[in-house]
């Protein structure tokens, strides 16, 4: 479902030209779990950017359900991102004025069947007693949880996460994956994170590498 042919981004700095990603050629399937991982700085983010549309790529192809989507218009990327994507970051860009609820409930494509939607999320990410707090009288851990539901609140078929428990201690960054991942094999979402250590992505269906811009599947034991 995502195909990338000779991918590459080059930033053109004052002082040189860098290449946060080289050629990178690469399929994902539907369903599939894929853990991305590498040093700071080796053009992890850029490859996960450059798939969900919200990175352009100086060359190459990337078609996802059989369409090329790089030269989309910025308003048909939009509405890609919101009807198939979901998102997770490092940070959880929850608004402070708004409820739990509200938060989960914002992006919310169909508004009609978007309560129902809420109260199988909720529950399935154990907020339901949270609904009605602020994100500032929530832990992180538990706002992490939130910004999921909210990610997962239009039922999206690829999940796109970005370091996304790289601000919670271990227990709660366990959480946060053993959710994301059960929620993907649950709807045959495809899962797509990244990570800058190994050990998040251990078990998962496909690995890969990134270092100094260069993507390579990892096939033996990390
Ligand atoms: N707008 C930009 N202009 C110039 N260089 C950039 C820009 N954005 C990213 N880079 C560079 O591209 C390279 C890859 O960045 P990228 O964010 O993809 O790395 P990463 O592996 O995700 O890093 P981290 O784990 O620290 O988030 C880095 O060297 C970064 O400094």
């Given at each position: 479902?995502?195909?990338?042919?000779?991918?590459?981004?080059?930033?053109?700095?004052?002082?040189?030209?860098?290449?946060?990603?080289?050629?990178?050629?690469?399929?994902?399937?539907?369903?599939?779990?894929?853990?991305?991982?590498?040093?700071?700085?080796?053009?992890?983010?850029?490859l996960?950017?450059?798939?969900?549309?919200?990175?352009?790529?100086?060359?190459?192809?990337?078609?996802?359900?059989?369409?090329?989507?790089?030269?989309?218009?910025?308003s048909a990327?939009a509405?890609?991102?919101?009807?198939?994507?979901?998102?997770?970051?490092?940070?959880?860009?929850?608004?402070?004025?708004?409820?739990?609820r509200?938060?989960?409930?914002?992006p919310?494509?169909d508004?009609?069947?978007?309560?129902?939607?809420?109260?199988?999320?909720?529950?399935?990410?154990g907020?339901?007693?949270?609904q009605?707090?602020?994100?500032?009288?929530?832990?992180?851990?538990?706002?992490q949880?939130?910004?999921?539901?909210?990610?997962?609140?239009?039922?999206p078929?690829?999940?796109?996460?970005?370091?996304?428990?790289?601000?919670?201690?271990?227990?709660?960054?366990?959480?946060?994956?053993?959710?994301?991942?059960?929620?993907?094999?649950?709807?045959?979402a495809?899962?797509?994170?990244?990570s800058?250590?190994?050990?998040?992505?251990?078990?998962?269906?496909?690995?890969?590498?990134?270092e100094?811009?260069?993507?390579?599947?990892?096939?033996?034991?990390?």
């Amino acid at each position: 479902m995502f195909e990338l042919k000779d991918v590459a981004l080059l930033y053109e700095t004052r002082k040189q030209a860098l290449a946060a990603l080289k050629s990178t050629t690469l399929k994902i399937d539907w369903g599939e779990e894929i853990g991305i991982y590498g040093p700071s700085g080796s053009g992890k983010s850029s490859l996960l950017f450059i798939m969900s549309t919200l990175k352009e790529p100086s060359r190459g192809e990337v078609k996802y359900d059989g369409k090329e989507i790089t030269a989309l218009t910025p308003s048909a990327k939009a509405e890609l991102r919101r009807k198939e994507f979901g998102f997770v970051f490092q940070e959880h860009f929850l608004i402070n004025h708004l409820t739990v609820r509200e938060n989960v409930l914002l992006p919310a494509s169909d508004k009609k069947n978007a309560r129902k939607r809420l109260e199988e999320i909720v529950g399935f990410l154990g907020l339901g007693e949270l609904q009605k707090r602020f994100p500032f009288e929530l832990s992180l851990g538990q706002s992490q949880r939130v910004a999921i539901a909210r990610a997962l609140i239009n039922n999206p078929r690829v999940v796109f996460a970005d370091e996304p428990t790289a601000s919670l201690d271990r227990d709660n960054g366990q959480k946060v994956v053993k959710l994301l991942r059960s929620y993907c094999k649950k709807n045959s979402a495809t899962l797509i994170m990244v990570s800058h250590s190994p050990e998040i992505i251990e078990g998962f269906g496909r690995r890969f590498k990134v270092e100094n811009g260069q993507v390579s599947e990892v096939t033996a034991n990390v």
